[in-house]
């Protein structure tokens, strides 16, 4: 059983940053595959940004590459999501996802489990 809880969402004027965190409480945390997907106002679920097991990985949406950063720090449990130069069509709710099979994220574009989710809201 997996259970991600998320942290670090907030209200941020348009260019500026937030860094999200996800503590992860699961058996071997450092053989999952870790993400973020995001649900706007009025739009589907959307993947966000995905890493590896060991963190050698990582994968973008074409929408938030060159911006955001995804990271890991398997000895704390925990998954971090770097934004910066956040846009009002940045605003959604974010969770922390996990996936015990990397390969089928980077097909499918989704996670097996997901957190409760953090609200990000950018103003213009």
């Known amino acids: 059983q997996v259970q991600l809880v998320e942290s670090g969402g907030g209200l941020v004027q348009a260019g500026g940053s937030l860094r999200l965190s996800c503590a992860a409480s699961?058996?071997?945390?450092?053989?999952?595959?870790m993400g973020w997907v995001r649900q706007g106002p009025g739009k589907e679920r959307e993947f966000v940004a995905a890493?590896?097991?060991?963190?050698?990985?990582?994968y973008y949406a074409d929408s938030v590459k060159g911006r955001f950063t995804i990271s890991r720090d398997n000895a704390k449990n925990t998954v971090y999501l770097q934004m910066n130069s956040l846009k009002p069509e940045d605003t959604a709710v974010y969770y922390c996802?996990?996936?015990?099979?990397?390969?089928?994220?980077?097909?499918?574009?989704?996670?097996?489990?997901w957190g409760q989710g953090t609200q990000v809201t950018v103003s213009s």
């Open positions: 996802a996990a996936d015990q099979f990397y390969e089928t994220v980077l097909v499918t574009l989704s996670f097996a489990s």
């Open positions: 890493i590896s097991f060991n963190g050698a990985g990582t």
């Open positions: 699961v058996r071997s945390f450092s053989s999952y595959a």
